[in-house]
């Protein structure tokens, strides 16, 4: 009985079978390769996608540190401060309007 059993084995994988289906093995094994470039495709699109995410909070961060800054540099008080080692100060009289008596201004 166990001999006619080999006999079986042997005749089903013999070389004509495995001729036979070389494509359909062939056809498994690239869909093997495509499964795991697959995988290791989305592996690196998803850690480049982390990496963006961190870099745009990281510019997000940065975009509301430096707006607050000028903000603050902004105030009158403080371009007072900054222009004021140039000898430019603060008017504390209104502008004086110059007329020219040639031109009528009305």
């Given at each position: 009985m166990k001999k006619e059993l080999k006999k079986e084995w042997?005749?089903?994988?013999?070389?004509?079978w495995l001729v036979k289906?070389?494509?359909?093995?062939?056809?498994?094994?690239?869909?093997?390769?495509?499964y795991i470039y697959n995988g290791h495709y989305a592996d690196k699109t998803i850690?480049?996608?982390?990496?963006?995410?961190k870099d745009l909070k990281e510019m997000?961060?940065?975009?509301?540190?430096?707006?607050?800054?000028v903000m603050f540099r902004s105030k009158e008080s403080e371009l007072a401060k900054a222009v004021e080692p140039f000898g430019l100060r603060e008017l504390e009289a209104p502008p004086i309007q110059l007329n020219d008596s040639i031109i009528d201004v009305k």
């Open positions: 042997k005749s089903l994988i013999s070389h004509k289906n070389l494509p359909f093995f062939l056809f498994l094994t690239a869909l093997a390769v495509i850690r480049n996608i982390n990496q963006a995410t997000q961060y940065e975009y509301k540190t430096l707006k607050s800054e």
